[in-house]
Structure formats: structure tokens, C-alpha cells
């Protein structure tokens, strides 16, 4: 019996004290588990002599990657002090990015740190293929203690626990704002008295780790609902940006916009908003992206006219305060029990999320930002102040870059790779020039088509799949806003073939060329075709 399995035993043991986690250990593992457990798989090598770190993984929903105080791109009323202290004190990955722009595929890539082809949740509705391995399973295998406290959402109908944790606090789908039903380690507990959800999570997290075996080290991933949509703050934080302008970013209105075209939709832009042609060359935006301007993803129809523009705006900024809110007492409570030495903190978004750029609303396109999230990673003992990463990475490396800092190399099955050498200011010279991108097309959401895109340091393409459209080239060094396709200059033909060219060799050598088609259910989004099936 090696060291950690020793440990892992010790745990076991130690946790048939905690009421409702043994129950769990004991009772609801699968067959598909068991096997996993048994086949030694589970069991990875060691890369290192040093302590095994202390693991805090915070994840928000929907959180754009510029919105936080300490960026420039930020609204400058916007504060965020906790996650401007994480910045100041660790490392801000400059560049993070998903490998699909939505919830559960996202999250999938996180746990198990490989792309959505290969892992299977190509959408919100599918549940986690039973032969998954979540690298958390990895982690208890090496004597951790883990703990999984929010939102999970892959499989929508269930809260029950899921392997590699042995404390659990989630609910079903997207949970509620106020007075939720929580799933605790197997048991259902309603909330009443307009209980807050961020709050209420954010005091699970501390009851985990206050109730932990203080000899293991542990893992935490708080995984808040906040800031998804519909976005409802904190009551003490509501109202606070209510008369706070918005800025309304550059590609939200065509060329030529006729300002009487935005009354009753909840902005108000003055003729400076509205960008020339030269600004955006509107003819080249693909027809799927104009027509969406006028459906539940797009700013002239948003949520089919039951939301206003500004109204939401200032609202997902109010609800983002709870967040940084629990950030801070998850530090706070690190600090009081002198565990800051021996734990890496980070914080991260699932997926972007547009305000207004292109017109539209949301995400899954692959425009900036819906594909780019805040990712910040706090050691003091480890990573040194104001550390900035600019490499690219993804959620898919989330995965392996814990399991290194848990001292555990990195499982073959993963498409990602550990940025730890990064945070303590290493190069890696190696490292991916471009990263890629995928889209799934979704029944509910039937305004965003089927994408693949590539993205290096200078350019994107995006490839759009089923529709008759103009594919998208643009050089995101001069054009940050994505305000100008390249695709029809001849000057960059072979670029775009290359990257074309590129997207299918990755998906060749990833197993990637397939299409999910699912059966029709549920509701659909869609005003325009109501009613037919
Ligand atoms: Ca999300």
C-alpha cells in the first residue's frame, strides 16, 4: 500500500464521522465506478516530491472575461475588489479561453480536460457518459478529500452526487436565485426567507472545508450559479448601478442605424454609437448573425422583448458582486486558518458572454466574448505578485494543471496540458500556438449554427457548418472588435485555407469529425416559427 492510498483509507475512515458522506461513499457508487476504482486507473504516478497542494477551484457562469474592476475594458463604476486582490497578488491568464461557449459542454471540458467531441456533452440537455473520468476521482485516489459545492447541470433532472467527491451540495439544471433546493450529500433541503444562493453556497464551501480531516490535503470546487441569466443580485446589491451608464460597444448597431429603431428596446445609443461603414464593414457579417439580432439572442428582440437592454446589463453587473463577494470569504477564511501557504486558489468563468457585440446577446458564437473567461490563480507561497500569463490556454487544461499541482502527472486520455510551470513564471517553450473551438448546433437555440474555429495570437476563422454564409477572418491584434472580415482579401487566401486546413487536421487527430444529432424535444426559442413542428 503505497503513502496516498494509506491516506485515502485514513480519509474513508474519517469521513464515516461526517453525517450523510458515508452513505454516499458506501452507497451510490455505479458499477462503471467500481470498475474505474478497481482497475487501478484511477491510480496515477507521482511527478514530484514536493507536499501536495491545497486545491480551491471557484467557477462562475456566464462571466465575461473583462469585467472585472481591474481590467480597462471594464465599466469603470464596476468594483470587484477580491478578484482585483487575486490579480494583484497572483496570476492573471491574460488569454483564457473555452473550447465551446456553453454551460454543461464547458464544464464537462473542465472536469475531465478533454474537448466536448471527445467527451460527449455536446449540449445542455446531455448527461455525462458513464465512462467519464472526472480528474477529481484522480485526486481522491491520491488520498484528497474532495468537495463539490453548486451547479453541475450536466443531466438536468438530477442532484444526486457524482463520483469523485465525497462531500456534495448541488441542485437540478440551473437552480434558483432565491430559496433553492439543495442536494446535500444525498439528502434534499429546501430554503426559505429569501435565502441567496451565492451566499448559501459560498457557506456550504466553508462548512466542507471546516468539517474536512485536517491531516489530507483537499480539493474544493465551488461552483456558483451566479451570473447566469436571469440575473437577480444579492438584495443588498441590487439597484447599486441602476443610473450607471452603459458603453455600448462598437459592432451593436449597423452602419446607418435609425436611432428611432431602438425605442422600447431598453437602450438608448446617441448617433456617435453608431459606427460608419468604414468602422464596421457590415456587408461581410454573416446572415445567421444579422438575423439573430432579431430573436432571443439579439439586441432588437432580446428575450423575445421581455428583458430591456440596459436593465440586464446593469443587472448582471449587480449579481457579479456576490460572486467576488464569496471570493473574498473563501480567501478570508484560507488566511484565519493559516492555510494560504499550502493552497492554490482559482477563479475562473465557464463561458463568455456578449453584450451587445455583433447585436447580439449571450453566447456559443465565437466571437471574443463569448469564448474568453476571467481566469485568476492565487499562491502566495507559489506564484509571485502581479504575475501576467499571455499564452493561451483552455478549460481542458484546468484539469491537468490541479493534478500537477496535486504532485499527479497528467492522465493520456486528456486533450489539455498543465500551465503550473506558467504561474510560477516559467516559459514553456512548446506551448500551443493556436487553440480551436466548437459549436454544436442546439434545437432550442436554433439561431446559432454548427462552428468550428482556430485562433492564433494574430487571427481567427470561423467555419461555420449547414448553413449557406460567409465564413469570418479577422486579424484580432489590429481588430479587436472583429469589426472587419478578411475573408473575401486576397491577401489572405492561403491564411484562411491554412487555418481551415488546420481545424480539420485537429479534428482528424482528435477524433473530431462527427456531427451529434439528436432527437427533437423540448421547448424552442424561436418567435419566427412558432407553433410548427
Ligand atoms: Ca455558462
Known sequence: MTKYELLKLFTLCSFLSLVGVAGYTAQGQTQTERTQENSG?????????????????????????????FMDEAPSYLETPNMDRMARGGAHMKNAFVT????????????????????????NQSAVPDSAIFFPQYLQKAGYQTGFVGKWHMGHSSAEPRKGFDYWVSF????????????????????????????????????????????????????HKAVHANFKPAREDKG????????????????GYDLADAEGKGFNPEPEDIPSPKEYNYEDVPNWVKEQ??????????????????????????????????????????????????????????????????????????????????????APSMIAENTKVEPMVQNIDIAPTILELAGLKRPDNMDGRSFAPMLKGEKMADWRKRIYYEYF??????????????????????RYYGVWDINELYNIQDDPDESNNLIRADKYRDLS????????????????????????????????????F
Request: hydrophobic share 30%; with cysteine.
Open 100 to 123: 465551446t461557449s456553453l454551460c454543461s459542454p464547458s464544464r464537462a471540458s473542465i472536469l475531465t480536460g478533454q474537448y466536448t467531441h471527445r467527451h460527449g456533452v455536446v449540449d
Open 41 to 69: 486507473i484511477l491510480q496515477l504516478q507521482s511527478n514530484t516530491n514536493a507536499e501536495p497542494m491545497n486545491v480551491v477551484f471557484i467557477l462562475s457562469d456566464d462571466h465575461r472575461y473583462d469585467f472585472m474592476g
Open 293 to 378: 439580432r432579431h430573436s432571443w439572442h439579439g439586441v432588437d428582440y432580446m428575450y423575445h422583448g421581455q428583458i430591456q437592454f440596459d436593465d440586464f446589463y446593469h443587472r448582471y453587473l449587480e449579481t457579479l458582486l456576490g460572486v467576488d463577494r464569496s471570493i473574498g470569504k473563501v480567501l478570508s477564511y484560507l488566511e484565519k486558518n493559516n492555510l494560504m501557504e499550502n493552497t492554490v486558489v482559482f477563479y475562473m468563468g465557464d463561458n463568455g458572454f456578449s453584450f451587445g457585440e455583433h447585436g447580439l446577446i449571450d453566447k456559443r458564437q465565437a466571437y471574443e466574448e463569448s469564448i474568453r473567461v476571467p481566469l485568476l490563480v492565487y
Open 497 to 532: 485555407k491554412q487555418l481551415n486546413s488546420d481545424i480539420f487536421d485537429w479534428l482528424q487527430r482528435t477524433n473530431g469529425m462527427k456531427i451529434p444529432l439528436k432527437p427533437d424535444h423540448g421547448a424552442r426559442f424561436d418567435y419566427k416559427y412558432r407553433g410548427t
Open 441 to 462: 448546433w442546439e434545437r432550442p437555440f436554433p439561431q446559432t449554427p454548427t462552428i468550428h474555429a482556430v485562433r492564433t495570437d494574430s487571427f481567427k476563422y470561423i
Open 172 to 223: 437540478k439544471g440551473q437552480g434558483k436565485y432565491y430559496n433553492p433546493t439543495l442536494n446535500e450529500n444525498g439528502k434534499q433541503v429546501s430554503y426559505s426567507d429569501s435565502t441567496y444562493i451565492t451566499s448559501l453556497l459560498t457557506d456550504k464551501a466553508l462548512t466542507f472545508l471546516d468539517e474536512r480531516n485536517k491531516e489530507n490535503p483537499f480539493f474544493l470546487y465551488l461552483s
Open 240 to 255: 447599486t448601478y441602476e443610473n450607471e451608464p452603459v458603453n455600448y460597444p462598437s459592432t451593436m448597431f449597423p452602419p
